[in-house]
């Protein structure tokens, strides 16, 4: 039964990491839920300490993806139309697939921007702003997954 757990453990990991990238798939969420499923065995005992740190980790991560595409936006110079619209996009682009959850953050940016007055180059720096932000919470999240998977290894 462990060796069930521990497979099911390092799928989740995996399904975690390609989540970072593809949309739809909760990746944190699903690797943390890997630490648990490997909890479940004898070969693995990690604190309550680590777990919950990990749970905070999930949930702040998780929040962020959200965030930081606004962020950024506001960092490279955009009003709140396009911090609006950097949002309202990251929520658009997910009925489009892998392409709308990249170009949804940067267009719903440039249009907040347009909308709000910003002469075009105005608005697609604010729209680059949200892109790089996009990027900047991919990466987070493959870090994070990344040192789950590492954790998982380790207490093997």
């Known amino acids: 039964m462990d060796i069930a757990l521990l497979v099911i453990a390092f799928l989740c990991m995996v399904v975690g990491i390609i989540g970072c990238i593809v949309p739809g ?3 944190v969420p699903v690797a943390y ?4 499923i490997a909890q479940a065995t004898e070969k693995v005992d990690f604190s309550w300490q680590m777990l919950l740190v990990w749970a ?11 965030v930081v595409p606004a962020w950024g936006t506001k960092k490279f110079g955009g009003t709140r139309y396009g911090v609006w619209g950097s949002t309202i996009g990251v929520f658009a682009g997910l009925f489009f697939g892998a392409a709308g959850v990249i170009i949804g953050p940067l267009a719903g940016a440039v249009i907040g921007e347009l909308v709000g007055g910003k002469e075009i180059a105005e608005a697609l720096k604010a729209g680059w702003g949200s892109f790089i932000g996009l990027l900047f919470g991919t990466i987070l999240k ?7 998977t590492v954790a998982l290894i380790q207490a093997i």
Do not use: H, Q, R
């Open 142 to 148: 493959l870090v994070c997954c990344g040192l789950m």
């Open 33 to 36: 839920a890997g630490l648990w």
């Open 25 to 27: 798939l909760p990746g």
């Open 56 to 66: 905070i980790v999930t949930i702040a991560v998780s929040v962020l993806d959200y």
